[in-house]
Structure formats: structure tokens, C-alpha cells
Nanobody, 126 residues
Framework: QVRLVESGGGLVQPGGSLRLSCEAS????????IGWFRQAPEKEREFVSV????????YYGDSVKGRFTISKDNAKNTVFLQMNSLNPDDTAVYYC???????????????????WGQGTQVTVSS
């Protein structure tokens, strides 16, 4: 079992920045990926970004590429999502996700991840 605890959500004006954090209780499996999905009201869950823990490879959804950056702190088992140039379309609940047996072709599918955090609200509004 992997417990994920998110922090860092809040209200920000368009064009602003936020940084989300997610601390994992442990890492498991040989293909451990950790990252973020988001879900806006009345929309499906959307892939945001994940990072491969051992190799450090990063993956981004098309809507956030160039604006968001995912990174990790090995010592703290923590992953960060730096979000810049935020706009109202980024408003959503952001969920930290993780799994230890990810197949590369499935990293953008929410059903590929066994572990989910409780979610943190990000609201972009003036």
C-alpha cells in the first residue's frame, strides 16, 4: 500500500503560479511512476504529468506542456508540480497518483494507477 498526501492547492489569479507537492509513504515495484491527474467539474479525469522515479523521465499532457514542470526529491519521497502561466482552464481538483508496475503505453490512463491521493483544489480566477 502507498499513501499519497498532497498539498499546495489554492486560489491564484490568471497568469500566476502555484506549486503542488505530494509525499509518498513508500515506493514499490520496479516501474514506479508518480505524478498528477486533474478533474474539472463535469469533465473526465485528465492526465497532467508523471515522472519515472528510477530514471527521472518526465511526461506531460498536451494542455500543460511548457507551463508545468514535474520534479522529485528522492530523500523525501516527494514529487512536485510547478505550475506557471495558469489560466482558468487549469481550474480543477488535482490528484496525486502512483503505481509500481506501470507499462509505458498506459501512463496517460487513470486506470493504470492503483494509488490516489485525496485531491487538492486549484482555482484560477480573477
Amino acid at each position: 500500500q502507498v499513501r499519497l498526501v498532497e498539498s499546495g492547492g489554492g486560489l491564484v489569479q490568471p497568469g500566476g503560479s502555484l506549486r503542488l507537492s505530494c509525499e509518498a509513504s513508500r515506493r514499490t515495484g520496479s516501474r514506479f511512476y508518480i505524478g498528477w491527474f486533474r478533474q474539472a467539474p463535469e469533465k473526465e479525469r485528465e492526465f497532467v504529468s508523471v515522472i519515472n522515479w528510477s530514471g527521472g523521465h518526465t511526461y506531460y499532457g498536451d494542455s500543460v506542456k511548457g507551463r508545468f514542470t514535474i520534479s522529485k526529491d528522492n530523500a523525501k519521497n516527494t514529487v512536485f508540480l510547478q505550475m506557471n502561466s495558469l489560466n482558468p482552464d487549469d481550474t480543477a481538483v488535482y490528484y496525486c497518483v502512483a503505481d509500481g508496475s506501470i507499462i509505458l503505453s498506459s501512463i496517460r490512463r487513470p486506470e493504470a494507477y492503483d494509488y490516489w491521493g485525496q485531491g487538492t483544489q486549484v482555482t484560477v480566477s480573477s
